[in-house]
C-alpha cells in the first residue's frame, strides 16, 4: 500500500484534489502512521483510515468465502459495502493495495461510465483459460469476454445505493454458498452483468505470465502469486521498485523477497494448482 501511494503522490497534479480513504481491518497504529507520512508533503492530498468490520458477520469464514490463497479475509468484501459506508460520496474509485500507477488517478476519475453502475478492465487471464472461462460461463452465467477484474473499480456508488448491491450480494452470499474462485469478483461480475463500463486495459495491468504486455501501462496490479516483494523478474516490476525506493518500506521489501523461501514459492504452485 505504501508504494501504491507513492506512486500516486508522484502522478498526481498540483490542481486536483485527492481524498484517501483506506479500509482496513486490524493494522497496526505505527504502520497507520508511516503510510500517512508517505503523503504528508502534499497539500493537495488527504488520507483517512477506516476500519470495518461491524456490520459484516454475515460474512463468515467458510471455504466458499476464501480467497483463491486458501485465506479468508474480510477486507476483499469492503468494495461491495462502500457506496453504504460513505452516502455522501457519489463517485469513487476502489483499488487493491497491489497497485502501481504510473498515471494520474484524477484522469481515470474523470472517465464517464455512461450510466453504469462500475467501470472495470477485462480480466484477461481468465477469458484466456480453458478452465477459468468455462467456470466464468458455466457457474457466475456471464459470456468469458465479459469477465472483470475487481482490483480497480471506477465506482458509481449513486447508483450501487440505488440498486441495493449490497443487499443483494448478502443475500445471495447466503443463500448459495457456491465455491467462488474469488468471492467479491465473481458476485460483482453475476451481480453486475450488463451495467458494467470497460476501462482501458491500461488502467489494471496485471503480470500474468503468458499475457499480452502493455508497453505503457496506466496502472499495474500485482494480482494472484505475482509479487514483486516475493519473486524476481516479475512482469512490470520495474514500476514497483522505481515508487518503493521512497515508501518508507524499502528495507522491509527487500528483505522480504530475500527471504522469500522454497517452501512458500512450492505452496503457491500448488495453491494456484488447485485454483484451476
Known amino acids: 500500500l505504501a508504494v501504491c501511494l507513492e506512486s500516486l503522490a508522484q502522478n498526481s497534479s498540483k490542481t486536483e484534489q485527492y481524498r484517501i480513504i483506506v ?9 497507520r502512521i508511516k503510510l500517512a507520512n508517505v503523503v504528508k508533503d502534499y497539500s493537495n492530498i488527504t488520507i483517512e483510515f477506516v476500519e470495518i468490520n461491524k456490520g459484516m458477520e454475515s460474512i463468515t469464514d467458510r471455504m466458499e468465502n476464501r480467497l483463491y490463497s486458501g485465506v479468508f479475509t474480510l ?8 457506496a453504504e459506508l460513505f452516502p455522501e460520496i457519489d463517485k469513487g474509485i476502489y483499488i487493491d493495495s497491489d497497485t502501481v500507477l504510473t498515471s494520474d488517478i484524477a484522469e481515470l476519475f474523470g472517465t464517464d461510465v455512461d450510466g453504469k453502475m462500475f467501470g472495470a478492465v477485462r480480466d484477461t487471464f481468465v477469458a484466456k483459460d ?10 457466475i452465467g456471464i459470456d468469458r469476454d465479459s469477465y472483470v477484474n475487481s482490483g480497480v473499480l471506477l465506482m458509481n456508488m449513486k447508483k450501487m445505493r440505488e440498486e441495493h448491491l449490497s443487499d443483494k450480494f448478502i443475500k445471495l452470499l447466503d443463500k448459495y454458498h457456491f465455491d467462488s474462485i474469488a468471492p ?12 458494467i463500463y470497460y476501462l482501458d486495459r491500461e488502467w489494471n495491468v496485471m503480470p500474468n505470465k503468458g499475457g499480452e504486455y502493455v508497453d505503457r501501462p496506466k496502472l499495474v496490479h500485482f494480482n494472484l502469486f505475482d509479487k514483486p516483494w516475493h519473486y524476481k523478474d516479475i512482469p512490470y516490476e520495474e514500476y514497483f521498485w522505481h515508487y518503493a525506493l521512497r515508501s518508507g518500506f524499502y528495507p522491509e521489501l ?14 503457491d504452485r500448488e495453491k494456484l494448482d488447485e485454483l484451476l
Open 184 to 195: 467479491d469478483q465473481d458476485y460483482i461480475n453475476a451481480l453486475c452483468a450488463g451495467d
Open 254 to 267: 527487500v528483505r522480504q523477497q530475500a527471504e522469500y523461501t522454497e517452501e512458500q514459492k512450492r505452496e
Open 75 to 82: 477486507t476483499i468484501y469492503f468494495r461491495l459495502f462502500i
Open 23 to 31: 479500509l482496513y481491518d486490524d493494522v497496526k497504529t505505527i504502520t
Open 130 to 139: 480453458r478452465v477459468l472461462s468455462g467456470y466464468v460461463q458455466k457457474a
